[in-house]
């Protein structure tokens, strides 16, 4: 089974902190992604990874920065955190193909005060 | 510019009865839709999936329907059951052969609790 797991479920952190979320996937996967969830507003993309060092802008990538350094994990680190980054964080993976689902880590909700 | 939408924030369906879920898109590109299931406190897990080329899709208890002129799709549970009470996404992308990640573009989501 893949398994996709996120370093906290909960977090609560300070205006103005320096926060990383970290993932890990265990299924040798290309491919990952990171999301947020928001009342009303569905899986909002922020960025996503096609391999090792790479990235790109997701949807919504203000405020955000990633790092992929290994293929198994992808880095998600707001720089200055705000009270409007407050949210349920989820990681996802997949391997490439037109027809690959994602695969998702069980999400972290971050609180920011 | 909300390109997948579920109009239908919350659907409670009896037990045992058909629970249907719609889901419609602008963007004619898309080619490819999934449905996510998501329970509180964990991630959103796969549920089914319809490339374009079709109009129907099911597994099991779970069937999707794709109109391409309508751009809609929707999710048919039958019976419904306790278990399936959760939110459920609609996703749509498109369908590329190459390595860079398809990125899926998700609805807002629809509640669905199934009463006893």
């Known amino acids: 089974d893949v398994k996709v797991t996120q370093s906290s479920r909960y977090l609560v952190k300070r205006t103005g902190e320096k926060v990383f979320l970290e993932c890990v996937q265990d299924m040798d996967h290309e491919n990952m992604f990171w999301y947020r969830q928001d009342p009303g507003l569905g899986l909002r993309l922020i960025y996503f990874?096609?391999?090792?060092?790479?990235?790109e802008k997701g949807d919504i990538p203000e405020g955000y920065s990633v790092s992929r350094e290994k293929k198994e994990r992808f880095s998600l680190i707001l720089e200055s955190a705000s009270t409007n980054q407050t949210s349920m964080y989820l990681c996802?993976?997949?391997?490439?193909?037109?027809?690959?689902?994602?695969?998702f880590g069980p999400g972290t909700r971050l609180t920011v005060l | 510019d909300q390109q997948v939408k579920q109009n239908s924030p919350s659907l409670s369906v009896q037990e045992g009865r058909i629970s249907i879920l719609n889901c419609d898109y602008t963007?004619?590109?898309?080619?490819?839709f999934l449905w996510y299931k998501k329970y509180p406190a964990e991630g959103p897990t796969f549920l089914i999936s319809?490339?374009?080329?079709?109009d129907k899709n099911e597994d099991g208890r779970f069937t999707v329907f794709l109109n391409k002129s309508a751009k809609h799709l929707s999710l048919h549970i039958v019976p419904s059951q306790p278990g399936d009470s959760a939110v459920y996404f609609c996703?749509?992308?498109?369908?590329?052969?190459?390595?860079?990640?398809?990125?899926?573009?998700f609805g807002t989501g629809t509640q669905l609790k199934v009463e006893l």
């Open positions: 990874s096609y391999d090792v060092k790479m990235k």
């Open positions: 996703a749509a992308s498109r369908a590329i052969l190459t390595g860079g990640g398809n990125k899926l573009t």
């Open positions: 963007n004619s590109m898309f080619d490819y």
């Open positions: 996802a993976s997949r391997n490439p193909g037109a027809y690959n689902e994602q695969f």
């Open positions: 319809i490339s374009s080329i079709k």
